[in-house]
């Protein structure tokens, strides 16, 4: 049974920074493509960001970018999202998800692509 377990979210101001991280067991992520997204109250999962295997290929939503970092430590079987700069906009559940195989930047944004779900952490920013 694969299980993923999302940390590190909580009340920020905004400005500040969170770094969630999202913890596999059950298989390696050596060939797991992993994701990000999030989920705020009334509204539907969105993408976040994804990354592939070896790191090589990032993805991220254009509102993200530039403020939040995805990276992978597959020898801990751990992935991580750096959120710098929160706004109010950033509030939301975040989850994390594994797809098994490749991801290219179309894949990497479907909900209906990943196969394995956290619980998610809550993230709240306030003013």
């Known amino acids: 049974q694969v299980q993923l377990v999302e940390s590190g979210g909580g009340l920020v101001q905004a400005g500040g920074s969170l770094r969630l991280s999202c913890v596999v067991s059950?298989?390696?992520?050596?060939?797991?493509?992993m994701g990000w997204f999030r989920q705020a109250s009334g509204k539907e999962r969105e993408f976040v960001a994804a990354?592939?295997?070896?790191?090589?290929?990032?993805y991220y939503e254009d509102h993200v970018k530039g403020r939040f970092t995805i990276s992978r430590d597959n020898a801990k079987n751990t992935v991580y999202l750096q959120m710098n700069t929160l706004s109010l906009e950033d509030t939301a559940v975040y989850y994390c998800?594994?797809?098994?195989?490749?991801?290219?930047?179309?894949?990497?944004?479907?909900?209906?692509?990943?196969?394995?779900w956290g619980q998610g952490t809550q993230v709240t920013v306030s003013s």
């Open positions: 059950g298989r390696t992520i050596n060939t797991v493509a």
């Open positions: 998800a594994g797809r098994p195989g490749l991801i290219n930047a179309f894949s990497a944004r479907a909900t209906a692509s990943y196969d394995y």
């Open positions: 990354i592939s295997w070896t790191s090589v290929n990032t």
